[in-house]
Antibody
């Protein structure tokens, strides 16, 4: 069974940093592109990043470009999102998701809440 | 990148069919066959129900079907059931950024 579990969310002050992790199991993690998607409760999802199978290629949405960095450790079946210079508008539930082709996501984790507030 | 446009709400009676539209541009829906639809129940993560415009993942009911014409994609739910009451989001690969753009979301109500 494919499982994705995010962790590392919490309350952080504006301008601060946070690192999210996503533990993957039930599939061969190293064979799949992975995504980070966020969603403000009550609003639609927003794609923010993807990473290729060996971690050499990443892409980011305009709203996080230059502030967020996605990486992965295939030996530990884990995806990461390093977030810096956080703003109030980054407050959202952050999901990791597995790619099924051309940025479409088939499996999603339950999400982790990030709150940016003083 | 602007979000794809969906109607805010659609409703139908049990057993009926409903269709949700998703309008984009030539850089996303109109230019590629990489359109997906996800179902989201309150407090849950989205669940993929359609990808590549019209393909269903294993385990997804054949009551869900997808199509595309020009810059508009559509999701049809036939034989509407109470469990179909949820939010539905379309999404598409976009060549303008090499990323992905989601729709504004449609709330489906079963009367």
């Amino acid at each position: 069974e494919v499982q994705l579990v995010e962790s590392g969310g919490g309350l952080v002050q504006p301008g601060g940093s946070l690192r999210l992790s996503c533990a993957a199991s039930g599939f061969t993690f190293s064979r799949f592109w992975m995504h980070w998607v966020r969603q403000v409760p009550g609003k639609g999802p927003e794609w923010i990043s993807h990473i290729n199978t060996d971690g050499t290629t990443t892409n980011y949405g305009d709203s996080v470009k230059g502030r967020f960095t996605t990486s992965r450790d295939n030996g530990k079946n884990t995806l990461f999102l390093q977030m810096s210079s956080l703003r109030a508008e980054d407050t959202a539930i952050y999901y990791c998701a597995r790619d099924v082709g051309w940025n479409q996501a088939d499996y999603w984790g339950p999400g982790t809440l990030v709150t940016v507030s003083s | 990148q602007s979000a794809l446009t969906q109607p805010a709400s659609v409703s139908g009676s049990p057993g009926q069919s409903i269709t949700i539209s998703c309008t984009g541009a030539s850089s996303d829906i109109g230019g590629h066959d990489y359109v997906s639809w996800s179902q989201q129940h309150p407090g849950k993560a989205p669940k993929l129900i359609i990808y590549d415009v019209s393909k269903r993942p294993s385990g997804v009911s054949n009551r869900f079907s997808g199509s595309k014409s020009g810059n508009t994609a559509s999701l049809t739910i036939s034989g509407l059931q109470a469990e179909d009451e949820a939010d539905y989001y379309c999404g598409s690969y976009t060549s303008s950024s090499g990323g992905f753009v989601f729709g504004t979301g449609t709330e489906v109500t079963v009367l």
